[in-house]
Structure formats: structure tokens, C-alpha cells
């Protein structure tokens, strides 16, 4: 083994960690010069510097390590429900009697004129609502007809119908619901997290993707589970429900574990010689993920395998093992929930009922998204409040905009299918567990659906209530990069929504 | 018949005259503007003022006579006796009083051009210096802009019923003698020796510190 | 002229000037009597409507133009005697009145408009706090009245706690020799609640069945500071009953897939600060004791 020891590793690493890759240059007299540069000007003070108020050094050999929040959390875990493509909330949650009544007729002026839109084009049609709604719950609740399950857990949920983006096309729009930013290159929600509060088990990564009924990746790809500027080691892992959890984490055949382990140890000791010379700080994540996929390969398989439930429970969720589902997604959520795993991030595609193709109309495709969704979302809720998880854990679900309440019309055309085009204006979220009030709503939009009266919340006051409950002040959650104390939240200030904390 | 030359004597030169009454102007100016929102003509018209004073500032050192401040700032006691009227002397330029009057009001109204510099008004509008002070020290000195224009407003009355004193009961046409430059005879002493600087220096100088207000103004071109 | 006559047209004309400019400024007037104490100075009683919901929202969103530092249109908003006298206008707030109220009127107009208070580039009033100072008006702007029915109800910011890390360490200083050994005996089992807490929060469940009442036992000297617990899928069993028991600080009890019994539910009745506890797939059948105090049970007999 190397002479190196893990208090070295420690000391080279701090000592490294205050210089950015960037300024670490190897080469060149320049290199040197922004070296000399660099190691001064970290020296001097820096005027408009704010130092970050806390501290997140950890042991770089155990970077998801365990911290404490900064203040009591209401939750210890999240469990994200993003649907992609974005769900019309005028057909599920948000009830317009009165854009029932407009349905058919030319959507007036007023509605269109400055506006851009995604599709439509010219005037189209005023749409509304493709099913019924009624009441339900303790609070008369208005829902559709198409989330009977789900309906039975709506005194659990807190549905915010006013939140907004100022995005209109999924990519950005997903990048700013899951890093702040509409732009590449920043953090995404679970890296934040695991960053700031480390992951319970050591034996399995801390953010963990689920994605189902799309591919492999959403719109705006992998960044929206991505580490940005932070260490890499805080990305999300993708996860499959059917086949092996993590593709080629199982050794080879014909290596035994053992085996491996002599290999791991050998690319160690020359990991440890590398960060010794060039002090790149990936190294040290890279020895620490190698480690981590190691311990990973009995602990992953056994958290996924959904086999190992009861009938009842697979029933409950609708799940069938050996198939990729959201249904599967879901309950190896809760499994992967029991197990301390930090952030897990669930993606479900084909909620963008445009109406172009017949999977994707609001009387076709949305139909057959609710019947995938509704019961496994339903049963995770009822799972978890069962077993006691929810009072500490955060379920979210939505989309990344809302969808207009005109009818698309794609080329100023009228369509074969009925959808609705992209609107960040509005759009319907719901969160539920512990330190949120449930069974209430939150914001109002007006008659047609078209804007918010009432409480608008932007996508950073989620941000910041969501920290808020897992114990941290968004602003003093910071990464220093780029010369700026980076926030989840962006720039510009946000708003905790008090008004749904318990 | 008498020679208007040799009744009325020259004591005010030109840059000293043209001084005071475009302060007059522009201090009017200055309190319309603000008063009525017209931030941008308020800029311009404190960036003129400041200028001004500062040349004022250098002319009482270069200058006229007259206009030195070392010929009209007395010693308070002088100043004492000249108000209670033991004084009999006469003076060309400004009396001791008048001086002091003067001298305080150039101050001021340099105090009220330099705080205006760093001041901002709450929404988009802010003096060219004032992003060099932190937020909270530039709505202080704002607020000091704020006091100083009372100040001010009690100095111009003052100076008004000064010179109306002047003008009604000693029947002296200090007015007249601002605009013409010339006081009678009978006011000022005999054997009078004033030399005028001369005009391409007051050019000079009014050159130099209307640099210096223009290096102010593009301080607070982003 | 003589000098006494000239005093007495100064003074004359200077009084003829204040004269006009108080007539033309009625806010101006009453300032300076309110100052030189020849009008009374109307002021709000304390826990009013006024105090509690208008005068904050005056000073979060106002006062930094109509305030001490600056008095646009010469109006201040920072006191009531000052809100009710007016600006260069006059007045401002005519009671009962809000058509009439040129402060309703400007915080009433669309956002586009040029007139429109707060102005452009500072957040625009909600539409709860323009109703608030509606009703107001209506009900006579008064600094008496305490309660306005109707009135939508206050949205509190949330108030992010402070704390000052040097009494932190204080209050964890008894036991942090004690954390420090069972933290190294139990990596990645305790930790404290938060950064700014002494407060401790203890997890085995990841441990499984390597963790038992011995190990349980060991945390003894914490129990007064552990407010969460999580023993799930450990082997602990009724022995660790009095340990738990002991825990009187605690919060949150999780003993899912346990071999606990009915014993130590009893064992728990008495925690005074449990809030809820997880029993699920347990041998207790009887959760009664917890469930009377209020305690949310997870499993333990009901499912």
C-alpha cells in the first residue's frame, strides 16, 4: 500500500480544495503565474467575498458522510415525482367551471396578444375541461375523475396551483425545476441536498434515479441530475427497476469478489499517487466511488429487488417485477426510502399532451399516463404514512410548466387530437409529509386558468421551502464558484411559502 | 456734469458678477427640478453648481480684490462691532458681515453639491458617487441633502433681507452693484487700490474645475 | 425707510410667506403646530389595527421613500400623526373614504401606471394588503379600533432561527466527551440534531441485527439529550424497555421489525415528549397507552 495516509489525503485535500480546478494548472509559466495569483489573492481579502456561513469539509475518503442540517429538519429525505413533459392541470386539479363554459369558442385577443407560445399559433379555441371534477376529502378538494387512487390520499396532499415559470420549452424549463437554473452547468436538487446533509448509507449512493416510460433520459438529459459546479461525487445515479439495478456494477463473469477487490486496491494505490502529484480533488472522488460500487454491488441489488415484497404490497402498487414501470419505480422508492438513501428522484415521461400524436392528447394520452401513474403514487403515499416515513420525508409531483387553457391548434391548423400547449404562467404541484399542512390548497388562478391570482410561488420559493424543511436557510446552502456563493436558489431573493408549513 | 466713471467705482469684476447670478439661477433651478422629479436637468444643474463654487473657491484665492477672501473674511470681533454700527469704515467689497454671509453660503451650498454626489432617491435614480458608498450610507447622506436644502432656504431669506436692509434703509444698491460691478462713491473708501485678475485666468481656472465636474459626472456613467 | 419700519415689513412678508405655504400645504401646517406643540399629535394605540397590520406594512414597503431619510411629495408614512397629516398635497387618507384617498387611489392602480405606488422597480402591494388598508379607510382609519371584520389574515414570513455557535458548544459541552466515544464505538449511528442544537438523534437501523440491548445500554449517558431514535430492524428486544424508557427527551421512536412487545409500549407511556412511534411489524397488539396520550402509532396492532 502507499505511504500515503488518510489524515495526508485530508491535508492535501483541504490544501487543494481552496484553489479551484481551474486556477490548478500543472504547466506553463502562466500556470504558474495564476498559481502565484491565486494563493495571494486567497490571501488577501476579498471585499466583496461573503465567506460561506457553513462549513461542509468532510474526510474526502467518505464524501457523503452524514451532517447536520443547519437548523431542526421537519424532513430527512426527499422523494421527487417529476412528470415529464408536464401534466395538464386543467384536466386533473385545477377546476374552471367557468373555462368549461368558453369551451369551443375563440380564445379572445386579450389571452394572446404579447404572448409567445411553444405551438399555437393565430386564435385558437378556448378547451376545457376534458373530464369531470367533483369534491373529495375533508376539504372538498376539486379533482378529476382521473386519479381515483390518488383522490383517496388527498387529505395528505398540500396542492400548490400557483406555482410559475417564466420557461416554455421542457429543457430549460426541467433545468430550472431541478437546478435552479434554466441554464446548463449548475447543481441539480439531490446533489444540493447530498452535499449539504450527506447520505444515511454509506453502502448506497445518496441520490438515486428511477426513470420510466421514456428511454433512458428526460428532455434536458442527465445535467438535471447532474453535480454542476459541485464534486462530482453528489450526481445521481440512475437506477433501473428490472435487470441489474446499475449496469456493470456486477463483477464480470469469472471475477469473484475477492478478485475484484485486489484490483480495486491496486487502482487505489495508484489513485493515491496520482492525487499526490497533481492534487486533483476528482481523484479522491473517484477512490471513494470506486469503494462505494464495491459495497454496492450486494447492498443495490437487494434494495431493487422488488421481488422480495409481499403480493399484497405488489398489488398495491400495481408492481410487476422483471419490467421497467413507475409502478416498480415507485415501491423501490420506498424501499430505497427505508434505506436511508437521501434523494430519490423518480422521472416519468409523456405528460405533454400537445395532442399531435394520439399518445400524446389530453383525451388519449393523458387518460393512459393517469392509469400509470395514478395508483403506484397513490399506494407510495399510503406505504409510507404506514409505516411511519411520511412524517419525516418530502413527496413532491409535477410538472415543469402548466398547460394553456386553449386548444392547440400546431401551425395555426386545427387538430386531429386534442391538447394543449405549453404554459408557464400556471401550473399545479403537490407536496405532501412531514412539516407541510395537508389536505389544503395553495394560490388561485382565475376563471379561464390563464394566470395567478393569488399567492404566486416561483420555482425558487419551492426551492427554498423545500431546504427550509430539511433544516437549511437557502442562503447560506453555498458552494463558492465562479466567484459568486452559489445558491440553489439563484440570484435573485426567494420567498419561503409559509403559508403551507405546518 | 459729473463723471459717471468717477461717481460710481468699479469694484466687481465680471466672473464674480457672472458667478452670483448664475448661482442664483441654478440654485433656483436646482430646487424646481427636484421638486417636480426632473431628475436629469437636477444632475446637470448640480454638476454646473459644484463646478461653479469650486471656481468660486479658487477665485477667492486668485482673483480680484474684492473677491479674495482674505479681503472680506474679518476676525469676529471686527464683525461684532461692525453689526453693532461702532464701525465707521467703509468698505468695496463685501462688508464684514456680508463676508462671513459669503463665505457660509458658498460652504453650504458646496455641502449640498457634494452630499447630492452620493445621494439617491429610492428608486432608479442615484448622483454619479454614489455606488462608491454602501446603500446605507448614501440614503444618510441623502437624508443630509434633505436638511441642508432647509439650511439653505434660511440662508437665502437671511441674505434677502440682508441686502433689502441695505437697499430700504441705508440706501445702498448692493443689487445694482452686483450687476453692474460699479458701487457710488460715497460707499466705498478713498484712495482705493483694487487690482482685476485678469479674464483668461478666471477661463482657466473655470476650465479646470468644470473638468473636475465632468470627471464627477462620468463616475457615474455605467 | 427706517430700520424699525423694515423689521416690520420682514417680518410682514415673512409671515404673509409661511401663511400661504401652510395654506397651500396643509400637511406642512399641521407638522409645525403637531412640532411646536399647539395641535394635539394624534397617535395610534398600541395592539390597533393600525399597530399590528397597517403601520408594518407601511414600513416594509414605503418608509424608505416616504420616512425619516426621505419624504417624497412630503409625505411620511412613518408614524400615524405623519400618515394622517399628508404630503405637498394634503392629506392622503380621508377616513371613511378611500375613493377619496389618494394614498388608496395610488396603490390601487395598474402596475403599468406611471403614478402607481410602490413605484415601478420596488414589489407591488398584494392584493390582501390593498384590501387591508381599504377596510381601514372604510372603518375611519382610525388608531383606535383593534379589529376589522373581513380583514384577510396577516402572511407571516418565516423567521429563519439564529443561533450563536459559541452557545452551542456550551450546551454541548456535558456530554461531548460521551458523544465523541459513541460516535467512534457507533460510526454513523449519532449525530446531533442540527448545527445549532445539543440535541441528538440516533440511528441503528442500518446496523440490523448486530445492534442489541448491550449496544442499546451503552447510550445511557445520552438519554437525556436523544430526541429521534431509530432502532428498526435491530435485535433489541423488551430488555431495552428502562433504556428507552429513560430517553425522556424523545420526540420520535422508530421499533419497526423488532421483537418488542406490549412491555415496552407500557415502558414508553410515560415519555412526556413522544410524539409519534413506529411499531410496524411488531409482536405488539395493543398500543393503547401511547395512543390515549395522543402519540401517532405507526402499525402495532392496526393495520
Known amino acids: 500500500m502507499s505511504d500515503l495516509t488518510s489524515d495526508d489525503l485530508l491535508a492535501e485535500y483541504l490544501k487543494v480544495q481552496a484553489q479551484t480546478r481551474r486556477q490548478f494548472v500543472g504547466w506553463g509559466a502562466g500556470g504558474l503565474g495564476a498559481l502565484f495569483m491565486n494563493s495571494a489573492m486567497a490571501a488577501a481579502p476579498q471585499p466583496h467575498a461573503v465567506p460561506s456561513a457553513l462549513n461542509f469539509a468532510r474526510d474526502p475518503a467518505t464524501p457523503l458522510s452524514v451532517l447536520p442540517p443547519q437548523f431542526a429538519a421537519k424532513v430527512k429525505r426527499v422523494i421527487y415525482l417529476h412528470m415529464g413533459g408536464s401534466p395538464s392541470q386543467l384536466d386533473l386539479f385545477d377546476y374552471k367551471p367557468v373555462l368549461k363554459r368558453f369551451h369551443g369558442q375563440d380564445c379572445p385577443q386579450s389571452f394572446l396578444a404579447g404572448k409567445r407560445f411553444a405551438f399555437i399559433q393565430g386564435v385558437p379555441k378556448l378547451l376545457g375541461p376534458m373530464f369531470p371534477f367533483h369534491q373529495a376529502g375533508k376539504n372538498g378538494t376539486w379533482i378529476s375523475d382521473r386519479l381515483p387512487h390518488l383522490e383517496k390520499q388527498i387529505d395528505d396532499l398540500c396542492i400548490i396551483k400557483s406555482m410559475k415559470t417564466d420557461q416554455f420549452n421542457h429543457a430549460p424549463a426541467q433545468l430550472l425545476v431541478h437546478t435552479g437554473d434554466a441554464r446548463l452547468g449548475h447543481a441539480s436538487l439531490g446533489s444540493w441536498i447530498t452535499y449539504g446533509l450527506g447520505s444515511e448509507n454509506q453502502n448506497l449512493p445518496g441520490f438515486i434515479v428511477l426513470i420510466s416510460n421514456g428511454g433512458t433520459t428526460a428532455n434536458a438529459g442527465k445535467p438535471l441530475w447532474g453535480s454542476g459546479f459541485l464534486p462530482s461525487v453528489y450526481q445521481g445515479v440512475p437506477c433501473r427497476s428490472a435487470g441489474e439495478p446499475v449496469l456493470y456494477l456486477q463483477n464480470p463473469p469469472g471475477v469473484t469478489r475477492p478478485e475484484r477487490r485486489q484490483v480495486l486496491d491496486a487502482v487505489d494505490e495508484i489513485n493515491r499517487e496520482n492525487f499526490k502529484t497533481f492534487g486533483n480533488p476528482e481523484t479522491v472522488t473517484r477512490i471513494a466511488q470506486y469503494e462505494m460500487a464495491f459495497r454496492m454491488q450486494l447492498e443495490a441489488s437487494d434494495a431493487m429487488d422488488i421481488k422480495k415484497e409481499p403480493a399484497k404490497v405488489l398489488e398495491r402498487y400495481g408492481a410487476e417485477p422483471g419490467k421497467t414501470s413507475y409502478a416498480n419505480n415507485c415501491l423501490v422508492a420506498r424501499r430505497l426510502a427505508e434505506r436511508g438513501v437521501r434523494f430519490i428522484q423518480l422521472y416519468h415521461w409523456g405528460w405533454d399532451s400537445h395532442g399531435t400524436p394520439v399518445d400524446e392528447g389530453v383525451n388519449v394520452g393523458l387518460v393512459k399516463r393517469c392509469k400509470e401513474t395514478d395508483q403506484p403514487t397513490a399506494a407510495l403515499l399510503a406505504d409510507l404514512k404506514q409505516r411511519g416515513l411520511l412524517e419525516d420525508t418530502l413527496v413532491i409531483w409535477g410538472g415543469e410548466f402548466g398547460r394553456t387553457p386553449m386548444w392547440e391548434n400546431r401551425g395555426g391548423q386545427e387538430m386531429e387530437f386534442i391538447g394543449r400547449d405549453h404554459h408557464p404562467s400556471c401550473f399545479t404541484l403537490f407536496m405532501a409529509g412531514g412539516g407541510i399542512k395537508h389536505g389544503i390548497s395553495h394560490g388561485e388562478t382565475d376563471d379561464m386558468g390563464y394566470s395567478i391570482v393569488r399567492d404566486p410561488v416561483e420555482v425558487r420559493d419551492l426551492h427554498a421551502t423545500m431546504l427550509y424543511l430539511l433544516g437549511f436557510d437557502y442562503r447560506k446552502l453555498n458552494y463558492p464558484y465562479q466567484g459568486l456563493d452559489q445558491k440553489l436558489t439563484g440570484v435573485k431573493p426567494a420567498r419561503i411559502v409559509s403559508e403551507i408549513l405546518a | ?222 | 425707510m427706517s430700520a424699525p419700519a423694515y423689521a416690520a415689513c420682514v417680518a410682514l412678508v415673512t409671515a404673509l410667506g409661511l401663511g400661504i405655504a401652510a395654506w397651500t400645504h396643509p400637511a406642512f401646517l399641521h407638522s409645525s403646530l403637531q412640532t411646536m406643540g399647539l395641535e394635539a399629535v394624534p397617535k395610534a394605540a398600541p395592539g390597533s389595527f393600525y399597530v399590528t397590520r397597517i403601520a408594518p406594512l407601511f414600513e416594509t414597503r414605503c418608509i424608505s421613500c416616504h420616512g425619516p431619510t426621505r419624504a417624497k411629495g412630503q409625505l411620511r408614512l412613518d408614524s400615524f400623526a405623519a400618515a394622517m397629516r399628508g404630503g405637498k398635497d394634503g392629506a392622503v387618507i380621508v377616513p371613511g373614504d378611500p375613493k377619496a384617498s389618494e394614498l388608496f387611489h395610488r396603490i390601487s392602480l395598474p402596475v403599468s401606471d406611471d403614478k402607481a405606488m410602490p413605484p415601478s422597480g420596488k414589489a407591488a402591494l398584494t392584493p390582501d394588503e390593498v384590501t387591508v388598508i381599504k377596510l381601514w379607510i372604510v372603518a375611519g382609519a382610525s388608531g383606535e379600533i383593534r379589529t376589522i371584520k373581513g380583514a384577510p389574515k396577516p402572511v407571516l414570513e418565516v423567521k429563519i432561527p439564529e443561533s450563536d455557535p459559541a452557545t452551542v458548544q456550551k450546551q454541548r459541552a456535558p456530554l461531548a466527551a460521551a458523544v465523541t466515544q459513541l460516535q467512534a464505538r457507533f460510526p454513523g449511528v449519532i449525530i446531533y440534531e442540527s448545527r445549532s442544537s445539543a440535541d441528538l438523534e440516533v440511528d441503528a437501523s442500518l446496523k440490523g441485527a448486530t445492534f442489541g440491548d448491550a449496544d442499546l445500554a451503552a447510550l445511557m449517558p445520552l438519554k437525556a439529550r436523544i430526541t429521534r431514535a431509530d432502532f428498526s430492524s435491530t435485535s433489541i428486544t423488551d430488555a431495552s424497555a428502562p433504556t428507552l424508557a429513560a430517553m425522556t427527551a424523545l420526540v420520535r421512536l422508530r421499533l419497526a421489525r423488532t421483537a418488542i412487545t406490549d412491555k415496552t409500549v407500557q415502558a414508553l407511556a410515560g415519555l412526556k415528549s413522544l410524539k409519534s412511534v413506529s411499531l410496524v411489524d411488531t409482536r405488539v397488539a395493543d398500543a393503547a397507552p401511547l395512543k390515549a396520550r395522543g402519540v401517532a402509532v405507526y402499525g402495532g396492532g392496526d393495520e
Open chain 2, 1 to 222: 456734469m459729473s463723471d459717471p466713471q468717477k461717481e460710481h467705482v468699479l469694484v466687481w469684476d465680471i466672473p464674480t458678477r457672472i458667478f452670483h447670478w448664475t448661482i442664483v439661477v441654478l440654485v433656483a433651478l436646482s430646487w424646481f427640478s427636484a421638486d417636480q422629479g426632473f431628475m436629469r436637468v437636477h444632475l446637470w444643474s448640480g454638476l454646473t453648481l459644484l463646478a461653479l463654487l469650486l471656481f468660486r473657491v479658487l477665485w477667492g484665492l486668485f482673483g480680484s480684490t474684492t473677491s479674495r477672501f482674505v479681503d472680506f473674511l474679518h476676525p469676529p470681533r471686527k464683525v461684532v462691532a461692525y453689526l453693532r454700527g461702532h464701525e465707521k469704515t467703509l468698505y468695496a467689497g463685501h462688508n464684514p458681515a456680508g463676508g462671513w454671509m459669503v463665505a457660509v453660503m458658498i460652504g453650504v451650498l458646496l455641502a449640498q453639491a457634494l452630499t447630492g454626489l452620493f445621494s439617491n432617491d429610492g428608486l432608479h435614480f442615484t448622483g454619479p458617487l454614489a455606488l462608491w458608498v454602501s446603500d446605507d450610507v448614501s440614503t444618510r447622506i441623502t437624508g443630509l441633502h434633505g436638511t441642508i436644502f432647509n439650511i439653505i432656504l434660511v440662508l437665502v431669506w437671511l441674505h434677502v433681507v440682508a441686502v433689502g436692509f441695505y437697499l430700504l434703509v441705508r440706501n445702498h444698491n448692493l443689487v445694482r452693484a452686483m450687476v453692474t460691478g460699479r458701487k457710488h462713491a460715497r460707499h466705498v473708501p478713498e484712495g482705493l487700490n483694487l487690482s482685476f485678475t485678469r479674464l483668461y485666468v478666471a477661463l482657466l481656472l473655470l476650465g479646470l474645475t468644470a473638468g473636475i465636474a465632468a470627471w464627477v459626472f462620468f463616475q457615474g456613467v455605467p
